[in-house]
């Protein structure tokens, strides 16, 4: 079956370290976009793709890293610049056109 | 640029009882409408979406919303709900590209 699979589910992250997200689809989506979920805020958006080897920022892009290589995989690094790491990151993907997105099971991120 | 606006953030609900949830977007051109439901510590899955024609869009469990472009509008409602309806929704708008803006989300509470 086709999806998008978010590893791993959970993590937890010393303060000061870097730590990479990883999302996977097999949909053979053209775009790609990592949000932020924390509660009572809905969804925020870090970072997105529209096609390999590009991405522009979102709305808190601040202290996150993507890259897009492939067109199978968008990786988020959480960088020790991100002051409130601590959150629910949620991957999707989208066909070309409104469609809506495919979402992945989630990350979550605990700094201990 | 679009935004969306969910009136209720907490909804608590009898089983079998009728529900409603509120959605107002802002948009100066034609837009996309998506409802999504989150289950706790799941991603978001698409529960029913407006693209074109008929303003009426139902899902297959039940729920439905209306595009009401008058009021800018995009309600969803279901005539009697079950304890498993229980989650949060969230309403999202599309421009004429693919990026989606998401609402703060409603948390559903259906008690018995």
């Known amino acids: 079956d086709g999806g998008i699979t978010q590893s791993p589910k959970y993590l937890f992250r010393k303060e000061g370290q870097n730590v990479t997200l990883s999302c996977e689809q097999n949909?053979?989506?053209?775009?790609m976009y990592w949000y932020r979920q924390d509660p009572g805020q809905g969804l925020r958006l870090i970072y997105y793709?529209?096609?390999?080897?590009?991405?522009q920022k979102g709305d808190i892009a601040e202290g996150y890293s993507v890259s897009r290589e492939k067109k199978e995989s968008f990786p988020l690094t959480v960088t020790s610049a991100q002051k409130n790491p601590t959150a629910f990151y949620l991957c999707?993907?989208?066909?070309?056109?409104?469609?809506?997105?495919?979402f992945g099971s989630g990350t979550r991120l605990t700094v201990v | 640029a679009q935004s969306v606006t969910q009136l209720d953030s907490q909804v608590p609900v009898f089983e079998e009882a009728p529900v409603e949830l509120r959605c107002n977007y802002s948009?100066?051109?034609?837009?996309?409408l998506f409802w999504y439901v989150q289950y706790p510590n799941q991603g978001l899955q698409l529960l029913l979406k407006?693209?074109?024609?008929?303003?009426l869009v139902e899902s297959i469990n039940g729920f439905e919303a209306e595009f009401n472009k008058s009021q800018t509008s995009f309600h969803l409602r279901k005539p009697s709900v079950h304890i498993s309806d229980t989650a949060e929704y969230f309403c999202?708008?599309?421009?004429?590209?693919?990026?989606?803006?998401f609402g703060a989300g409603t948390t559903v509470t259906v008690r018995a």
């Open positions: 999707a993907s989208s066909p070309t056109g409104v469609h809506g997105y495919t």
């Open positions: 407006y693209l074109s024609g008929s303003t």
């Open positions: 999202a708008v599309s421009e004429n590209d693919y990026k989606l803006s």
């Open positions: 793709s529209q096609i390999v080897n590009d991405f």
């Open positions: 949909l053979n989506h053209d775009a």
């Open positions: 948009s100066s051109v034609s837009v996309y």
